[in-house]
């Protein structure tokens, strides 16, 4: 299958300050992108959709200034935590879907585990 | 809005049995379904998908079926063995859109 990959796997920061997360497709290009919050033992709740050359489109709930994402080629997406706070600790998981699979499978990158102190 | 739900929890076997867990859904309007694996601290190992035009699914080990007009899926794991413990999620996306709604997942351990 398609590879997705995610940088970095592992942060920490100090409460205060940005932490950017990026999501790459390796082996195809992907017009969009997915961004996935998962808290301890729960599910994957889905922040946004990330458009290649256009806004992203956040779900319901998510601050669109805290939550910067930025997807500015065809392989690259970013999602910048800005002024991080404990509350954004979390596991954030990006996915792709390859248009050579008939825009139906996901593929998703091995997750970025955010710490805030 | 779409909700889908994961049973059991969780689930401890011995190895060798075969198992099953189970999706259900709220909205039959399903493009497809997507059965997962996740390990401890990693991202999601994509296992099967079934078309909403199709019934079953199989690769190796497992079996994954799909009655959408009851809202329900199954992930049967023949033989089940230690190394199949991890997490198994299920996904359904939306006729009208491109997002996922995730089940709650099923923790897996097969017991030695």
């Known amino acids: 299958g398609a590879v997705v990959s995610q940088h970095p796997s592992r942060v920490i920061c100090k409460s205060g300050t940005s932490v950017k997360i990026e999501c790459r497709s390796l082996?195809?290009?992907?017009?969009?992108m997915f961004w996935y919050r998962q808290f301890p033992k729960k599910s994957l709740m889905l922040m946004a959709t990330?458009?290649?050359?256009?806004?992203?489109?956040?779900e319901q709930g998510v601050e669109k200034d805290k939550f910067l994402i930025n997807h500015a080629s065809l392989t690259l997406s970013t999602l910048t935590v800005t002024s991080a706070h404990p509350e954004d600790s979390s596991f954030y998981i990006c996915?792709?879907?390859?248009?050579?699979?008939?825009?139906?499978?996901?593929?998703f990158g091995p997750g970025t585990r955010l710490t805030v102190l | 809005k779409q909700e889908v739900t994961q049973i059991p929890a969780a689930l401890s076997v011995p190895e060798g049995e075969n198992l099953v867990l189970n999706c259900s859904f709220t909205?039959?309007?399903?493009?497809?379904l997507q059965w997962f694996r996740q390990d401890p601290g990693k991202g999601l190992t994509s296992l099967l998908l079934?078309?909403?035009?199709?019934r079953e699914q199989t690769s190796g080990r497992l079996n994954a079926s799909l009655d959408k007009s009851s809202g329900r899926s199954t992930l049967y794991i023949a033989a089940s063995q230690p190394g199949d413990s991890a997490t198994y999620l299920c996904?359904?996306?939306?006729?009208?859109?491109?997002?996922?709604?995730f089940g709650g997942g099923t923790r897996l351990m097969v017991k030695p």
């Open positions: 996904a359904v996306r939306h006729n009208a859109g491109n997002m996922l709604t």
């Open positions: 996915s792709a879907r390859d248009p050579r699979q008939g825009q139906n499978e996901q593929f």
């Open positions: 990330s458009n290649e050359g256009s806004k992203a489109t956040y």
């Open positions: 079934i078309q909403s035009s199709q």
């Open positions: 082996d195809f290009q992907a017009t969009t």
């Open positions: 909205d039959s309007a399903i493009y497809n």
